[in-house]
C-alpha cells in the first residue's frame, strides 16, 4: 500500500544540517532501506542543507518518503530566499565560493536519481530523490511532489497530506486542521488516517469517511481528488479553504470547494469531474498559500519534477504566517 511520510524544519545555524541529515536518514530507515542506502541519503541531505546554511537566507527543507508496493522514494525540496545561484557551474565539481572543495552539488547528482534545480536572485528550490530499487517509478502513471512546512515557531505541522492507489484510480487528500500547532496536526493526522485506513470507491465517499473521524477534533478543511489516468480524469471533493487547480496545455482550470468545516455540522460533499490532459498537472494547497497566485509562474514549470513545481509555489506564494502544504499530481 503507497504511504507517504514527511519531515520539514528550518535551517538558521550551522547545526541544522545535521538535524536535517538525522530527519532524512530517519524517513529511509522507515523505508526499511540498509546502512548503505542510508549513508547515500544522509550526504545528499547534509549537503543540501549544508548550502542552505552557507550561502542563502530563510532556508527551508520539505522531505517525503514514499512508501510502495515494491520500494520506496526519498524526495528532498529546499527553498530560500536568495541570492541565487549559477546552476550549470555550481554542479560542478571543484567550484566553490566559499573556498571549500566545492563537491557538493556535484556529489549529490551522482547519487541522487533525479534533480532539478531552478535559481533566481529571488531564491533557489532545489530537489533531489532517491529511489530503491533504482526505477520503482518507472511506468507510474501519476507522480507526486510536494512541499509542507509547519509555521515558523510550531514545532508540527497542522496541514497534511497523502495518497492512495486503489483499483487503478489514484486518490490524493489535502487537510488543513484549523488553526495551527498540536491540535490542529492532531486533526490532520486523523484525517490521514482516515484516508489510508477506510474503505472508498469516490471522492465523496473519502470525504464522509474523513468527516466522521473529525468529529472528536477542532476540525478541518480538506480535499479529495481520485484521479483515473487512463482516461485523464479527475472525480473531486473539498470543503473548505483548500485550493485546486488544473494546469494542463498553457491552461489553467479552478476546482470548486463547498464552505464548512469537516468534522462539525455535516457540510455539503458534492464532488465534480474535471479533465486532466497528459502531462497536466493537478495543484492542491492549503491557505498557507496566497490563492490568487499567477497562472503563468508555471509556464516554464510544466515539464519539470512536480516536487519542484511545489517548492517554487512556496518559495513565491508562503504567506509565512501559517502552516502552508503545496501537493502536485503530475499525469504522465
Known sequence: MEMIESAALRLSDPSGAAEARRFAVGLARG????????????????????????????GVMSMTAEKLAHGGRLS?????????????RCVQDGYSTSGSRGTGLGAVSRLADTLDIVSAPEGSVLTASLCRPRGVLEGA?????ACSIAKDGETVNGDAWDYRIVGGLVGVVVCDGLGHGPYAHEASARAVEAFRRKAWRTAEEAMTALDEDLKPTRGAAAAVAVIDPLVGKVRYCGVGNIAARIVAQGRVRHLMSHNGILGHASPRKTELEYELPPSGMLLLHTDGLQSRWRPHALDALESRDPALVAGVLYRDYARGNDDAAVVVAKRQ
Open 141 to 145: 502513471r501519476v507522480r507526486f511532489g
Open 31 to 58: 523505508l526499511g532501506w540498509n546502512d548503505v542506502d542510508c549513508g547515500q541519503v544522509a550526504i545528499v541531505a547534509t549537503e543540501l542543507a549544508t548550502n542552505l546554511v552557507r550561502y542563502a537566507r530563510d
Open 76 to 88: 528532498l525540496v529546499s527553498v530560500d530566499r536568495g541570492p541565487g545561484m549559477d546552476v550549470s
